[in-house]
């Protein structure tokens, strides 16, 4: 297992696992030590890997990410994993089929699962829009995710969603790269601080309508080169 970790694919995952972590930081999307990144290993069933337990986020280097199974054990890594990332990214990684896994409790994102929406409202701000149909919302909050059956029932939750906003608890954003996932996870916050913002002014709210949420979304999905210029482009900037 320590031969496949330290293959060059794998490393070169780790690599930019530790950096879309190291970018959440800088961005403002970290909590302490909590919430988790994770990424599937291509053609190796069920495997993927983590970000450790006990390091603030732009602390992480790839040498720092672990890997773990489908059952949330650690097969290689100096590090621990936290038991609610386990549960949670393995049932996603599973049973939701995604790749890359970002969950944090960024604080718009979050203060918009309090509210009884839930969620933004994808049809204000052209960020917001983007992810118009693309979001599923699990308004059921049962704590901390510290068995497999919490796990799986916020997979379940999350269908064929790429993003899920979490009741009283924070967000899920998944894509099949990483530089994709991380770049929705940034610019679904900045949509969310853009509706709180704009609720405060006390001012009434200006939709656009659902055709045009909905033509703009599909014009986001088109093209995907940004996100990767832009993961480039952090990659430059933080090493």
């Not at 070169?12 to 990424?39: I, K, M, P, T």
């Not at 009884?116 to 409202?121: I, T």
């Not at 704590?143 to 379940?156: Q, T, W």
Request: proline share 3%.
């Amino acid at each position: 297992m320590n031969k496949l970790f330290q293959s060059p694919a794998v490393a070169a995952l780790r690599g930019d696992l530790s950096l879309a972590l190291r970018a959440a930081a800088h961005h403002g999307l970290g909590e302490g030590v909590c919430n988790h990144f994770s990424v599937a290993l291509p053609g190796q069933d069920g495997l993927f890997l983590l970000n450790p337990r006990g390091l603030i986020w732009d602390e992480v280097q790839a040498d720092d990410i672990v890997l773990v199974d489908a059952q949330g054990r650690k097969l290689a890594g100096r590090h621990e994993v936290e038991p609610t990332a386990m549960f949670i990214h393995a049932a996603i990684h599973r049973i939701a089929g995604k790749h890359c896994v970002l969950h944090t409790h960024m604080p718009y994102a979050t203060a918009l699962t309090l509210t009884d929406a839930r969620a933004p409202d994808t049809t204000l701000s052209q960020n917001a829009m983007r992810f118009h149909g693309r979001l599923a919302i699990d308004a059921q909050y049962n704590g901390l995710a510290l068995d497999s059956a919490e796990g799986e029932r916020i997979a379940r939750a999350m269908g064929t969603a790429d993003i899920a906003f979490l009741g009283n608890h924070g967000v899920v954003v998944c894509g099949e790269r990483i530089d994709y996932a991380y770049d929705d996870l940034f610019f679904l916050e900045r949509a969310c601080q853009a509706q709180v913002l704009a609720q405060a002014s006390g001012r009434p709210l200006m939709p656009t309508g659902a055709a045009m949420a909905a033509k703009v979304a599909a014009q986001m999905q088109s093209e995907r080169l940004q996100a990767t210029l832009f993961f480039e482009a952090l990659r430059r900037r933080l090493g």
